[in-house]
Protein backbone atom coordinates (compact mmCIF):
# COMPACT_ATOMS: atom_id res chain seq x y z
CA UNK A 1 0.00 0.00 0.00
CA UNK A 2 0.97 3.34 -0.72
CA UNK A 3 1.29 6.21 2.22
CA UNK A 4 -1.92 7.72 1.16
CA UNK A 5 -3.80 4.21 0.73
CA UNK A 6 -2.70 4.10 4.03
CA UNK A 7 -3.64 7.05 5.06
CA UNK A 8 -7.90 6.91 3.49
CA UNK A 9 -7.74 3.23 5.46
CA UNK A 10 -6.90 5.40 8.47
CA UNK A 11 -9.67 7.77 8.21
CA UNK A 12 -11.90 5.10 7.44
CA UNK A 13 -11.01 2.36 10.63
CA UNK A 14 -11.96 3.24 14.07
CA UNK A 15 -9.32 2.37 17.10
CA UNK A 16 -10.94 -1.12 17.39
CA UNK A 17 -10.46 -1.86 13.60
CA UNK A 18 -6.85 -0.96 13.53
CA UNK A 19 -6.21 -2.47 16.94
CA UNK A 20 -7.51 -5.78 14.85
CA UNK A 21 -5.70 -5.06 11.64
CA UNK A 22 -2.38 -5.15 14.03
CA UNK A 23 -3.13 -8.04 16.15
CA UNK A 24 -4.06 -6.23 19.29
CA UNK A 25 -6.34 -5.62 22.23
CA UNK A 26 -6.85 -2.49 24.26
CA UNK A 27 -5.85 -4.24 27.62
CA UNK A 28 -7.06 -1.64 30.66
CA UNK A 29 -7.33 -3.73 33.97
CA UNK A 30 -4.25 -5.74 35.08
CA UNK A 31 -4.58 -8.37 37.40
CA UNK A 32 -1.52 -7.35 39.32
CA UNK A 33 -0.46 -5.15 42.15
CA UNK A 34 1.66 -1.75 41.50
CA UNK A 35 1.09 1.86 41.90
CA UNK A 36 -2.72 3.16 40.95
CA UNK A 37 -0.83 5.73 38.48
CA UNK A 38 1.02 3.41 36.56
CA UNK A 39 -2.04 0.42 36.71
CA UNK A 40 -4.82 2.75 36.67
CA UNK A 41 -7.59 0.33 37.06
CA UNK A 42 -10.73 0.71 35.55
CA UNK A 43 -9.83 3.54 32.95
CA UNK A 44 -11.37 3.69 30.20
CA UNK A 45 -8.98 2.62 26.85
CA UNK A 46 -10.33 5.43 25.25
CA UNK A 47 -8.74 7.38 28.33
CA UNK A 48 -5.86 5.65 28.64
CA UNK A 49 -4.30 5.09 25.03
CA UNK A 50 -3.82 7.59 22.38
CA UNK A 51 -5.91 7.17 19.45
CA UNK A 52 -4.63 5.96 15.88
CA UNK A 53 -5.61 9.40 14.55
CA UNK A 54 -4.49 11.72 17.13
CA UNK A 55 -0.76 11.03 15.80
CA UNK A 56 -1.56 9.79 12.16
CA UNK A 57 -1.08 14.04 10.98
CA UNK A 58 2.04 14.47 13.45
CA UNK A 59 3.82 11.64 12.09
CA UNK A 60 3.64 12.69 8.45
CA UNK A 61 4.80 16.15 9.64
CA UNK A 62 7.55 14.51 10.99
CA UNK A 63 8.49 12.10 8.85
CA UNK A 64 8.94 14.77 5.77
CA UNK A 65 10.88 16.48 8.27
CA UNK A 66 13.46 13.62 8.52
CA UNK A 67 12.56 11.74 11.45
CA UNK A 68 13.30 8.45 10.94
CA UNK A 69 12.91 6.59 14.56
CA UNK A 70 10.12 6.65 16.93
CA UNK A 71 10.02 6.22 20.39
CA UNK A 72 7.01 6.52 22.83
CA UNK A 73 8.04 6.53 26.46
CA UNK A 74 4.70 4.59 28.01
CA UNK A 75 3.22 3.41 24.67
CA UNK A 76 1.00 0.98 26.71
CA UNK A 77 -0.22 -1.79 23.80
CA UNK A 78 1.96 0.16 21.14
CA UNK A 79 -0.45 2.01 18.90
CA UNK A 80 2.27 4.48 18.19
CA UNK A 81 4.36 2.44 17.53
CA UNK A 82 2.47 -0.22 14.90
CA UNK A 83 1.51 3.13 13.38
CA UNK A 84 4.97 4.59 12.78
CA UNK A 85 6.54 1.30 11.17
CA UNK A 86 3.18 0.68 9.20
CA UNK A 87 3.17 4.38 7.81
CA UNK A 88 6.68 4.19 6.70
CA UNK A 89 8.94 1.31 5.42
CA UNK A 90 11.86 2.88 5.80
CA UNK A 91 11.78 3.57 9.98
CA UNK A 92 12.49 1.67 13.10
CA UNK A 93 10.62 2.72 16.56
CA UNK A 94 11.01 1.86 19.79
CA UNK A 95 8.06 1.05 22.64
CA UNK A 96 8.85 1.46 26.31
CA UNK A 97 6.12 0.24 29.24
CA UNK A 98 6.56 -0.61 32.73
CA UNK A 99 3.20 -2.64 32.37
CA UNK A 100 4.53 -5.86 31.12
CA UNK A 101 0.94 -7.11 30.48
CA UNK A 102 0.20 -4.25 27.80
CA UNK A 103 3.40 -5.65 25.64
CA UNK A 104 2.43 -9.16 26.01
CA UNK A 105 0.43 -9.03 22.13
CA UNK A 106 2.44 -6.47 20.77
CA UNK A 107 5.87 -8.75 21.21
CA UNK A 108 3.80 -11.16 19.07
CA UNK A 109 2.65 -9.11 15.99
CA UNK A 110 5.49 -6.72 15.54
CA UNK A 111 7.52 -6.45 12.53
CA UNK A 112 10.93 -7.56 14.63
CA UNK A 113 13.34 -6.01 12.35
CA UNK A 114 12.12 -2.77 12.74
CA UNK A 115 10.66 -2.35 16.56
CA UNK A 116 11.90 -2.94 19.83
CA UNK A 117 9.84 -3.36 23.56
CA UNK A 118 11.18 -2.39 26.49
CA UNK A 119 9.31 -3.55 30.01
CA UNK A 120 11.09 -0.77 32.02
CA UNK A 121 10.37 2.44 33.79
CA UNK A 122 11.51 5.29 31.94
CA UNK A 123 12.04 7.63 34.30
CA UNK A 124 13.90 5.20 36.56
CA UNK A 125 17.27 6.28 37.66
CA UNK A 126 19.08 3.45 35.93
CA UNK A 127 17.09 3.23 32.52
CA UNK A 128 19.04 4.81 29.55
CA UNK A 129 16.75 6.12 27.01
CA UNK A 130 17.74 4.91 23.65
CA UNK A 131 18.84 7.39 20.74
CA UNK A 132 15.87 8.28 19.01
CA UNK A 133 14.98 11.36 16.33
CA UNK A 134 11.30 11.82 17.95
CA UNK A 135 10.09 10.73 21.28
CA UNK A 136 6.25 10.70 22.02
CA UNK A 137 5.31 11.32 25.73
CA UNK A 138 1.24 11.12 27.43
CA UNK A 139 1.94 11.73 31.31
CA UNK A 140 1.00 14.43 33.90
CA UNK A 141 4.08 16.28 34.85
CA UNK A 142 5.56 15.50 38.41
CA UNK A 143 8.93 14.12 39.05
CA UNK A 144 8.54 11.23 37.14
CA UNK A 145 8.45 14.10 33.96
CA UNK A 146 11.12 16.13 35.49
CA UNK A 147 13.38 13.10 35.52
CA UNK A 148 12.70 11.85 32.29
CA UNK A 149 13.44 15.82 30.60
CA UNK A 150 16.60 15.79 32.50
CA UNK A 151 17.71 12.48 30.25
CA UNK A 152 16.63 13.85 27.69
CA UNK A 153 18.41 16.70 28.12
CA UNK A 154 21.62 14.23 28.05
CA UNK A 155 21.15 13.32 24.56
CA UNK A 156 23.72 13.91 22.61
CA UNK A 157 21.14 14.18 19.69
CA UNK A 158 18.82 17.23 18.97
CA UNK A 159 15.46 15.42 18.98
CA UNK A 160 11.65 16.47 18.61
CA UNK A 161 9.32 15.71 21.74
CA UNK A 162 6.17 15.36 20.82
CA UNK A 163 3.69 16.09 23.38
CA UNK A 164 -0.40 15.72 24.42
CA UNK A 165 -1.25 17.49 27.64
CA UNK A 166 -2.87 14.48 30.60
CA UNK A 167 -3.52 17.22 32.87
CA UNK A 168 -3.49 20.51 31.19
CA UNK A 169 -0.15 21.71 32.78
CA UNK A 170 2.46 20.46 31.00
CA UNK A 171 2.94 23.65 28.39
CA UNK A 172 3.38 25.58 30.62
CA UNK A 173 6.03 23.42 33.06
CA UNK A 174 7.75 23.39 29.80
CA UNK A 175 8.39 27.07 29.69
CA UNK A 176 10.84 26.52 32.52
CA UNK A 177 13.26 24.20 29.60
CA UNK A 178 12.55 26.60 27.14
CA UNK A 179 16.11 27.67 26.90
CA UNK A 180 17.34 23.86 25.87
CA UNK A 181 14.22 22.64 24.83
CA UNK A 182 12.21 25.16 21.97
CA UNK A 183 8.46 25.01 21.30
CA UNK A 184 8.41 24.61 16.99
CA UNK A 185 5.88 25.66 14.98
CA UNK A 186 4.50 22.24 14.62
CA UNK A 187 1.04 21.11 16.06
CA UNK A 188 -1.75 18.74 15.34
CA UNK A 189 -5.40 18.08 15.86
CA UNK A 190 -6.25 15.57 18.76
CA UNK A 191 -9.60 13.57 17.90
CA UNK A 192 -9.55 12.35 21.47
CA UNK A 193 -10.87 14.37 23.98
CA UNK A 194 -7.88 15.88 26.15
CA UNK A 195 -7.59 18.63 28.15
CA UNK A 196 -6.04 20.73 25.20
CA UNK A 197 -7.05 19.79 21.82
CA UNK A 198 -3.67 20.53 20.59
CA UNK A 199 -0.69 18.37 20.61
CA UNK A 200 2.65 20.08 20.97
CA UNK A 201 5.91 19.28 19.42
CA UNK A 202 9.40 20.82 21.13
CA UNK A 203 12.91 19.94 19.50
CA UNK A 204 16.20 20.01 21.91
CA UNK A 205 18.53 22.74 21.19
CA UNK A 206 22.61 22.75 21.30
CA UNK A 207 22.20 26.04 23.95
CA UNK A 208 26.20 24.29 24.63
CA UNK A 209 26.93 27.27 27.16
CA UNK A 210 24.26 26.67 29.49
CA UNK A 211 24.94 22.69 29.09
CA UNK A 212 28.42 23.96 30.32
CA UNK A 213 27.08 26.37 33.45
CA UNK A 214 24.83 23.31 34.50
CA UNK A 215 28.38 20.94 34.18
CA UNK A 216 29.94 23.37 36.80
CA UNK A 217 27.12 22.89 39.10
CA UNK A 218 27.16 19.75 39.30
CA UNK A 219 31.06 19.55 40.49
CA UNK A 220 29.74 21.70 43.65
CA UNK A 221 28.62 20.43 47.07
CA UNK A 222 26.51 23.76 47.29
CA UNK A 223 25.28 26.58 45.11
CA UNK A 224 24.24 29.68 46.44
CA UNK A 225 21.19 31.64 45.91
CA UNK A 226 23.24 34.05 43.55
CA UNK A 227 25.09 31.40 41.56
CA UNK A 228 21.45 29.55 41.32
CA UNK A 229 20.08 32.87 39.77
CA UNK A 230 23.03 32.95 36.58
CA UNK A 231 20.91 29.41 35.53
CA UNK A 232 18.38 30.50 32.76
CA UNK A 233 15.94 28.30 34.21
CA UNK A 234 16.17 27.89 38.05
CA UNK A 235 13.27 26.36 38.69
CA UNK A 236 13.53 23.91 36.35
CA UNK A 237 16.96 23.18 37.02
CA UNK A 238 15.68 22.56 40.79
CA UNK A 239 13.15 20.14 39.49
CA UNK A 240 16.19 17.89 37.63
CA UNK A 241 17.10 16.51 41.11
CA UNK A 242 13.62 15.61 42.14
CA UNK A 243 14.98 12.00 42.06
CA UNK A 244 18.20 12.23 43.88
CA UNK A 245 17.96 11.30 47.88
CA UNK A 246 21.22 13.47 48.18
CA UNK A 247 20.21 17.20 47.60
CA UNK A 248 18.43 19.39 49.47
CA UNK A 249 16.87 23.07 49.12
CA UNK A 250 18.09 25.50 51.44
CA UNK A 251 15.16 28.23 51.50
CA UNK A 252 15.88 31.72 53.39
CA UNK A 253 12.32 32.89 54.56
CA UNK A 254 11.59 35.68 57.44
CA UNK A 255 15.51 36.01 58.75
CA UNK A 256 15.33 31.91 58.72
CA UNK A 257 16.74 28.72 57.01
CA UNK A 258 15.51 25.76 56.18
CA UNK A 259 15.81 22.48 54.31
CA UNK A 260 13.36 20.59 51.87
CA UNK A 261 14.03 17.47 49.65
CA UNK A 262 14.64 17.68 46.18
CA UNK A 263 13.28 13.67 46.25
CA UNK A 264 9.82 13.88 45.34
CA UNK A 265 9.75 17.60 44.70
CA UNK A 266 7.45 18.76 41.94
CA UNK A 267 6.13 22.17 39.79
CA UNK A 268 3.34 23.94 41.29
CA UNK A 269 2.60 26.36 39.00
CA UNK A 270 4.61 29.04 36.92
CA UNK A 271 6.32 30.32 39.99
CA UNK A 272 6.76 27.91 42.73
CA UNK A 273 7.49 24.16 43.63
CA UNK A 274 6.24 22.19 46.14
CA UNK A 275 7.89 19.73 48.19
CA UNK A 276 6.84 16.14 49.99
CA UNK A 277 9.04 16.55 52.94
CA UNK A 278 8.16 19.16 53.83
CA UNK A 279 4.67 19.30 52.11
CA UNK A 280 5.39 22.62 51.55
CA UNK A 281 4.98 24.90 48.24
CA UNK A 282 7.84 27.25 47.84
CA UNK A 283 6.87 30.94 45.54
CA UNK A 284 10.53 31.33 44.03
CA UNK A 285 9.86 35.55 43.98
CA UNK A 286 9.01 35.47 47.65
CA UNK A 287 12.60 32.97 48.84
CA UNK A 288 15.87 32.86 48.60
CA UNK A 289 16.53 29.66 47.78
CA UNK A 290 19.76 27.58 47.17
CA UNK A 291 20.53 24.17 46.70
CA UNK A 292 23.13 21.43 48.72
CA UNK A 293 24.29 18.09 49.20
CA UNK A 294 22.85 16.78 52.42
CA UNK A 295 25.84 16.80 54.79
CA UNK A 296 26.51 13.56 56.84
CA UNK A 297 26.47 13.45 60.65
CA UNK A 298 23.99 14.63 62.97
CA UNK A 299 21.67 16.58 60.65
CA UNK A 300 21.33 13.73 58.10
CA UNK A 301 19.87 11.57 61.04
CA UNK A 302 16.95 14.07 61.56
CA UNK A 303 17.13 14.49 57.56
CA UNK A 304 16.20 10.70 56.91
CA UNK A 305 13.50 10.33 59.48
CA UNK A 306 11.86 13.14 58.01
CA UNK A 307 12.01 11.44 54.70
CA UNK A 308 10.83 8.22 56.36
CA UNK A 309 7.78 10.12 58.44
CA UNK A 310 8.59 7.71 60.87
CA UNK A 311 6.66 8.16 64.08
CA UNK A 312 8.77 9.10 67.22
CA UNK A 313 9.03 9.60 71.15
CA UNK A 314 11.32 12.26 71.64
CA UNK A 315 12.93 12.57 74.81
CA UNK A 316 13.68 16.63 75.48
CA UNK A 317 15.25 18.45 78.31
CA UNK A 318 11.62 19.40 80.16
CA UNK A 319 9.30 16.90 78.51
CA UNK A 320 8.74 13.58 76.39
CA UNK A 321 6.73 14.45 73.17
CA UNK A 322 4.85 11.11 71.52
CA UNK A 323 3.77 10.00 68.13
CA UNK A 324 5.03 12.72 66.44
CA UNK A 325 7.01 13.29 63.04
CA UNK A 326 9.32 15.22 61.83
CA UNK A 327 7.81 17.99 59.98
CA UNK A 328 10.94 20.56 59.52
CA UNK A 329 14.00 21.35 60.18
CA UNK A 330 16.00 24.66 60.72
CA UNK A 331 19.43 25.20 60.22
CA UNK A 332 20.03 29.16 61.12
CA UNK A 333 19.67 30.86 62.96
CA UNK A 334 19.90 27.87 64.96
CA UNK A 335 19.35 24.25 64.82
CA UNK A 336 15.66 23.38 65.30
CA UNK A 337 13.31 20.67 64.66
CA UNK A 338 9.71 21.27 64.29
CA UNK A 339 7.52 18.23 65.03
CA UNK A 340 4.16 17.80 63.41
CA UNK A 341 2.16 18.51 66.83
CA UNK A 342 3.42 22.44 66.01
CA UNK A 343 6.47 22.09 68.82
CA UNK A 344 9.99 23.47 68.10
CA UNK A 345 12.88 22.20 69.66
CA UNK A 346 16.33 22.73 69.63
CA UNK A 347 18.30 20.19 68.60
CA UNK A 348 20.37 20.51 71.87
CA UNK A 349 17.58 20.32 73.92
CA UNK A 350 16.61 16.80 71.89
CA UNK A 351 18.27 14.05 74.66
CA UNK A 352 17.24 10.47 72.63
CA UNK A 353 14.33 9.11 69.93
CA UNK A 354 12.78 5.70 69.63
CA UNK A 355 10.40 4.90 66.23
CA UNK A 356 7.34 4.18 67.28
Known sequence: MTLQEKLSLLSEYSDEQMDQLFGITAVTDVPKEGPEDLYLKGVDAKALYTSYKDLTEIMVQLYHAGTRSWCDLGCGIGRSVFLWTWLF??????????????????????????????EADFAGVDFKLPACDAYYIYLAT??????????????????????????????????????WLAATDLRFKLH?????????????????LFFQLE??????????????????APLGYLLSKSGQKSWELVIEEEGQKWTMDTLGLEWFDPQSVKGLNPPRQVPWDQCTIGLRLIPD????????????????????????????????????????????????????????????
Not at 89 to 96: L, M, R, W, Y
Not at 194 to 206: A, E, F, L, N
Not at 221 to 228: C, E, F, M, T, V
Request: one cysteine or more.
Open 297 to 356: GDYRIFSELRRSQAQLRVSCANAVIEKVMIRKIFIQPEFIIEFSDGSRVPRSEIKTWDIL
Open 192 to 208: SHRHDPWGSVYRKTGNS
Open 89 to 118: DDTTAVGIEIVGERLEQSRVHTLKDRTTWL
Open 215 to 232: EKLELQSGILPADLKKHP
Open 142 to 179: GPRFDRLLKKIKKLTGLPFLVVVESHGDMKKRLAWESW
